[in-house]
C-alpha cells in the first residue's frame, strides 16, 4: 500500500540524479508514492522514491527508483539516461529519459527481451487516467 511523501525525499532523489523529475510525477508521488498503472492490459509496479522517515516507509520503499535504476543499467540494451520508474515483473520497465538537468515528461517502456523502446505516455498523469 503506498504513503504519501514528503517534498524533501523527492528532492534528496533529484540531488541524488543531478537532474529534475517531471512535475506531474513530482505530484503524484506526493500523493501515493507507489502504486500500479495498467497499460494496454499490462500491470506495472510502480517503484517509490525512497522514504526514510521512518523504518516502515524505509522498508516499504527499498525498492525505489534509485535502487531500480541501478539495477536496470547493468541488463543489456537498457538506457544508459533511463530512470526506471515501474515494472510489470517480467522484466520490462517504464521509465523517463534525461535530457540535461531534467527528466523529459515522456514514459517510455523497455521491452527486456528485445530492447525495444516505445514512447507509451507523452506525461505520467496520462498513466493515471488511462
Known amino acids: 500500500m503506498p504513503f504519501d511523501l514528503a517534498e524533501q525525499f523527492i528532492i534528496a532523489a533529484e ?4 537532474a529534475a523529475l517531471p512535475v ?4 503524484a508521488m506526493q500523493l501515493s508514492n507507489g502504486g500500479e ?9 510502480l517503484h517509490p522514491i525512497a522514504d526514510t522517515s521512518d523504518r516502515k516507509r524505509l522498508s516499504r520503499t527499498a525498492n525505489h527508483i534509485l535502487a531500480e535504476s541501478q539495477v536496470c543499467q547493468g541488463w543489456q540494451g537498457f538506457p544508459e539516461n533511463a530512470l526506471a520508474i515501474a515494472s510489470n515483473g517480467a522484466g520490462d520497465q517504464l521509465f523517463f529519459l534525461k535530457n540535461g538537468a531534467a527528466f523529459d515528461a515522456t514514459v517510455y517502456a523497455w521491452s527486456h527481451e528485445t530492447g525495444e523502446l516505445k514512447a507509451v505516455a507523452d506525461s505520467f498523469k496520462k498513466l493515471l487516467s488511462t
Open 37 to 45: 498503472v495498467e497499460i494496454d492490459g499490462d500491470d506495472w509496479n
Open 15 to 18: 540531488n541524488v540524479l543531478g
Open 24 to 27: 506531474e510525477y513530482k505530484v
